[in-house]
């Protein structure tokens, strides 16, 4: 039915190409291009379906056209990092081809995520008649599904959301980051941030926790983090008080960023190193294991969901809607473990959905604002199925 072009062979874009070449009603030829070639070339040896590899460097739009201009894709998913983000839309607005991603731009030389520079771009995709969907992983991806959903089918008017992030899984290494380790440690040093009654509210990097009973895992102490959706999120749904997002960490992994941290080895600021720049955060990737490699030896779960108050029919509601994602099952399926699967999975189902013509618009869109039925189905249907909690509502009735 269509043409798909990945671009980044990593922990997600391996993820990506696996769920795509499952699907080959939907995706009838594949395309995965990266930096590395080789590693276009270890993912394509896993599959068992015949797909295209090529090398690109994202960065250049030009390279990215060439490559379009010669597969001919109807729509590109963006799996390699955030700071590709507008090089990779410039080149789709100049052919022509759809465009997700699942991470929102960030400039490499300051550490603050916005979706301001691809919202810029909603016009110019208007007038060509294309759509970008941006934030189409699981946080963001799945979690404003969740939201769109909840307010469609469960509220009347949503009060507040929580967004929580459990990763209670081991990959027994003493230190390492489940997606790309610059863009993770750029985030969790950040503020932290979130919305309640009409303005932004800032906390220091990781200084709030509460404990969060997760189901199939259990009490987690959870931190509150500035996180991409939130952005879109108090936009998108409508009369919202509050909103927040917390990931859980373990003292292990806390531990070890507070030593990174007071030694510099965080810093994105260039430094003089024996005659040469290098920028220490950069550097650090280079020494922690890929996220691509870490699931062979991976055991335990994710829990991910949406703690959401509002109101329905005049009474107070609770819901905690949530997936569990279990890392063994992500490697014996697909090779990689949760946190690149439960990023993957979704991106592939966007993609689905666009080029099936079931999510369909002109313009630049975050997730939440496309009908989440579809999107919500096809969770189930490929990996991610998600389950409903009601919870004891802690609002007052209207
Ligand atoms: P990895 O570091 O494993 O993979 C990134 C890939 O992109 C690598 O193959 C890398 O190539 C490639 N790449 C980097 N720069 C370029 C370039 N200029 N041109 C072509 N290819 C390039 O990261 P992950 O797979 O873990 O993460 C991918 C993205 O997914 C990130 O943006 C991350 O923020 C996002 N993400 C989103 C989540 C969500 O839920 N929404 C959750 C987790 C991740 P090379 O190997 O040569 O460096």
Known sequence: MGRVLIIGAGGVGGVVTHKCAQVPGVFSEICLASRSLEKCQRIQQALNRDIQIAKVDADQPSDVVRLIQSFKPQVLINA?????????????????????????????DEAKFSYHWQWAYHDRFKERGIMALLGCGFDPGVTNVFCAWAQKQHFDWIQNIDILDCNAGHHGHAFATNFNPEINIREITQ???????????ETAPLAMQMMHDYPEIGPRASYLLYHEELESLVKNIRGLKRIRFFMTFSESYLMHLRVLQNVGLTRIDPVDFEGQKIVPLKFLKTLLPEPSTLGKHYTGKTNIGCQIEGIKDGQPRSLYIYNVCDHAECYREVGSQAVSYTTGVPAMIGAKLMLTGQWHGAGVFNIE????????HDLNLYGLPWSVKELVPQLVPA
């Open 80 to 108: 390699a990092l955030p700071y590709q983000d507008l090089s990779i839309m410039e080149a789709c607005l100049q052919t022509g081809v759809h465009y997700i991603d699942t991470a929102n731009y960030e400039h490499p």
């Open 191 to 201: 503020p932290g941030r979130y919305w309640e009654d009409g303005r932004w509210i």
């Open 369 to 376: 604002q496309l009908d989440p039925a579809p999107f919500m």
